[in-house]
């Protein structure tokens, strides 16, 4: 067996006890893939702990451990965007190979750090930034590296994953299953992040560039919450044939000529309708999944638990394994090198495009409409007039009894449109005299 490689453990969490039982329960298996020994030697930690192995340093000291001459491997597990990105760029300069589950630092500074490792001649991993267990990096960046991908679709938050999943599945209202997912603790006492879809973008910012190859922007994702979504909207979708999904998008725009300013890259996170047969729209509860259209392998769909410890660890030791081979270059009188891995986005550096993010408005989907008005004769004409004149077709009209407002409900289907038309559409709408509340929209995808 060759000489050992020694890991840094930084969080000792949820997550980095998941690494530390998953390398104590399955060591033998790890020694037979890599050919070698894997200890952990230090550990990051607030305060001292007496359940550590007394053999395993422990320190607060994390920018020391960074660049500890006895450790290989640094595996941020600490979270946020200050210290983890001070800590992950002295390990760096040191020449230590990283492994991180930190999706909102890499998608905020991950160009950034990814260039600097390259500089330094050392390897960032990432695995566990997206989807949990479910190995969706390294499929999109080796499995499908001779595809072309056209889009992609994801379930990427499993706290707004199963929030929906309890709206439709037992009739109940969004705030009541929040404090629900609040308890089980798959949301945080602050849920911003997870029902506003701010962890979602940060995610579909590195799927998306690891798909196109341009550079991470999370600031131009257009990102949209679920805190809107009512019962009402969800029963709705059901009796139309849709499901109601929090889908991050990543859509490549060919536009419609020489010079269209509609060629680009779409980034969106929102509420979306699907149809119920899809096999995104059967996935339930905290579990995540993403699908992929690429050329010429068609979709393909990841499935799986998209938290939690085990989860999260197996992929932060997935790519260990991978870190573990690359430092195989070293018993063969090499330098220490990244130089045969794949790149962190999955194309050259110097190759990455610099293809726009098309802006909201220019963004193309159906639409789900619900327009509240009042039960007098002529209102479905005059909306479906304002529809036409845009130039939006209708897919499917549902009109429900008045209730005893007098006011009627109308629900309709639009095929695919650029939301700048939807857009003026919604504003005459709304100036009806007989229109009596705001348009509810809902993005509706086919995935086709």
Not at 350 to 378: C, F, N, W
Not at 429 to 441: F, G, N
């Amino acid at each position: 067996m060759s000489k050992s490689i020694k890991l840094a453990i930084l969080g000792l969490g949820t997550v980095g006890t998941g690494v530390v039982n998953l390398i104590n329960d399955n060591l033998d298996e790890l020694k037979r893939r890599s050919g070698r020994d894997i200890v952990i030697t230090e550990v990051g930690v607030r305060r001292q702990r007496d359940d550590i192995d007394p053999n395993i340093m422990q320190t607060s000291d994390l920018m020391a451990t960074a660049a500890s001459d006895n450790v290989d491997i640094v595996i941020e597990l600490i979270g946020g965007t200050t210290l983890a990105r001070d800590v992950i760029m002295h390990a760096i300069k040191n020449g230590k190979h990283v492994v991180t589950a930190n999706k909102a630092l890499l998608a905020e500074h991950g160009n950034e750090i990814f260039a600097f490792a390259e500089q330094h001649n050392v390897h960032v991993a990432y695995e566990a930034a997206v989807a949990g267990g479910i190995p969706i990096i390294k499929v999109m960046r080796e499995g499908l590296a001779a595809n072309k991908i056209d889009w992609l679709a994801g379930i990427i938050n499993g706290t707004g994953n199963f929030i929906m999943t309890e709206m439709r599945d037992k009739g109940r209202p969004f705030a009541d299953v929040l404090n629900e997912a609040q308890a089980l603790g798959y949301a945080e006492a602050d849920p911003t992040f997870d029902v506003e879809g701010i962890d979602a973008a940060h995610k579909l910012a590195l799927l998306a560039s690891i798909a196109f190859g341009i550079p991470l922007q999370f600031d131009k994702v257009y990102c949209e919450g679920i805190t809107g979504i009512t019962l009402q909207d969800v029963n709705y979708a059901e009796e139309l044939g849709y499901r109601i999904k929090h889908l991050g998008f990543a859509v490549r725009r060919a536009g419609n000529g020489s010079g269209d300013d509609s060629a680009g890259i779409e980034l969106r996170v929102h509420p979306t309708l699907i149809p119920q047969n899809a096999l995104l729209a059967n996935v339930n509860g905290v579990k995540n999944a993403v699908l992929v259209n690429s050329h010429p392998l068609g979709q393909t769909l990841y499935c799986g638990d998209g938290a939690g410890a085990g989860a999260t660890a197996s992929a932060v030791m997935a790519d260990v394994m991978d870190l573990v081979r690359v430092l195989g270059c070293k018993d063969a009188d090499q330098q220490n090198s990244n130089g045969h891995h794949v790149p962190h986005l999955a194309f050259i550096p110097e190759k990455l495009s610099d293809t726009p993010i098309l802006r909201a408005e220019q963004m193309i989907s159906g639409y789900y409409l619900r327009v509240h008005a009042y039960d007098s004769p002529g209102v479905l004409a005059d909306i479906t007039r304002i529809l036409s004149d845009a130039g939006i077709n209708i897919d499917a009209i549902l009109q429900k009894p008045a209730h005893k407002l007098g006011q009627v409900p109308v629900i309709i289907l639009t095929l695919p449109v650029v939301e700048a038309q939807m857009n003026l559409a919604i504003e005459k709408i709304e100036k009806l005299d007989t229109i009596t509340d705001k348009v509810v929209r809902i993005r509706l995808d086919e995935l086709t």
